[in-house]
T-cell receptor, first 112, second 115 residues
């Protein structure tokens, strides 16, 4: 099992550019989430999904889009990157009825 | 709304000594879970310990134990016999059963271990 994988590990964007952060898990988990980590603020939930075709907003959803077409994949899209989106992004997954989340290695994104 | 607060941005401990990290939370739910995650410089989030709110007994995992005070909404982490490898950022987190994917994190405590 690879667990939760994220690509890329590092990314630098210019303001206004778009990109997709990839997240995949091979544990057949129904639940998947995206968090961002900023200094002094811990991890904050961006979007989450309880199954294929179902997504919902978390605490800080503005500027991000998600979709969940398969159980395995949960990409996070930045349509027009802003410097305020400079952060470390974590994807996580868990099984239905489970509470423990399994985290990916994170993506460090810098927006200039 | 649920909140999680870690009031100690930084803590320091001597190797082999004991240190306690504090966490308080606010919720109106009666059934929930609490966690401590460790984040070393590698950035990987590692689950250290979990506590179910319905359990009165404090969770223990080897050198790590918690002091769960449900009425006071307090959830501290005690690390005994501290090791150099314990140096990391520690996050307290809160979640509700069957709302997988929705953890609320505290701000984190940076723990340094002095040899």
């Amino acid at each position: 099992n690879a667990g939760v994988t994220q690509t890329p590990k590092f990314q630098v964007l210019k303001t206004g550019q778009s990109m997709t952060l990839q997240c995949a898990q091979d544990m057949n988990h129904e639940y998947m989430s995206w968090y961002r980590q900023d200094p002094g603020m811990g991890l904050r939930l961006i979007h989450y999904s309880v199954g294929a075709g179902i997504t919902d907003q978390g605490e800080v959803p503005n500027g991000y889009n998600v979709s969940r077409s398969t159980t395995e994949d949960f990409p996070l899209r930045l349509l027009s990157a802003a410097p305020s989106q400079t952060s470390v992004y974590f994807c996580a997954s868990s099984y239905v009825g489970g509470i423990e989340q399994f985290f990916g290695p994170g993506t460090r994104l810098t927006v200039l | 709304a649920q909140t999680v607060t870690q009031s100690q941005p930084e803590m320091s401990v001597q190797e082999a000594e004991t240190v306690t990290l504090s966490c308080t939370y606010d919720t109106s739910e009666s059934d929930y879970y609490l966690f401590w995650y460790k984040q070393p410089p590698s950035r990987q989030m590692i689950l250290v310990i979990r506590q179910e709110a319905y359990k009165q007994q404090n969770a223990t995992e080897n050198r790590f134990s918690v002091n769960f005070q449900k009425a006071a909404k307090s959830f501290s982490l005690k690390i005994s016999d501290s090791q150099l490898g314990d140096a990391a950022m520690y996050f307290c987190a809160y979640g509700i059963y069957n709302q997988g994917g929705k953890l609320i994190f505290g701000q984190g405590t940076e723990l340094s271990v002095k040899p």
